[in-house]
């Protein structure tokens, strides 16, 4: 058995539900936190998900999504394993804005392919929707990235973007194994 270490970069615009998202990923949906209280710099939240006979234990960095903790954050996401990208679909300018972010995340990590998700929140509110699912798988495709949608008010899908990428991690530390034994027989 294998316990497979990962950082996880959080990013997106204020109030786009990271943190949310993040607690009841850690709480398995027992946490909602009904009082909203904004991040100050990087909060880090630590939770393994079994995969196969292994785990993948993210190390969830949640960025404030405010630019004067930008130097703050760059100091921390020193090689990160994968991104977490958060967009509000009642916000339009929080889905413009993911360009923004996806940009600071490529600059960080130089350009190397990305294992990524991009996540849609707050889906139990569709009469104020600004950002149709298609924009959204539109991007996430052109990005390679996988598209979910969730709400943390009601605990719909919390939990797949983080088993996406937990499985994607364990895949590519299989692979990684693969290739070492190729090479030394």
Partial sequence: MALLRAKCLLLGDVAVGKSALAQSFHSDGAVYPEEYSMTIGMDLIVKAVPVAQDSVEFHLHDISGRDEFLDLA????????????????????????????????????????????????????????????????????????????????????????FERLAQSYHDHYEETLKAMHASVE
């Fill in 74 to 161: 760059n100091k921390v996401w020193d090689e990160p394993s994968m991104l977490v990208l958060v967009f509000d679909t009642n916000n339009q300018s929080s889905f413009t804005n993911l360009a923004k972010w996806l940009g600071q995340y490529k600059a960080l990590t130089g350009g190397k392919p990305i294992r990524g998700v991009l996540i849609g929140t707050k889906i139990d509110t569709p009469k104020t929707r600004e950002v149709a699912a298609e924009a959204a798988e539109k991007f996430s495709e052109m990005h390679q990235l996988t598209y979910f949608e969730t709400s943390v008010t009601t605990a719909i899908g919390v939990d797949a973007p």
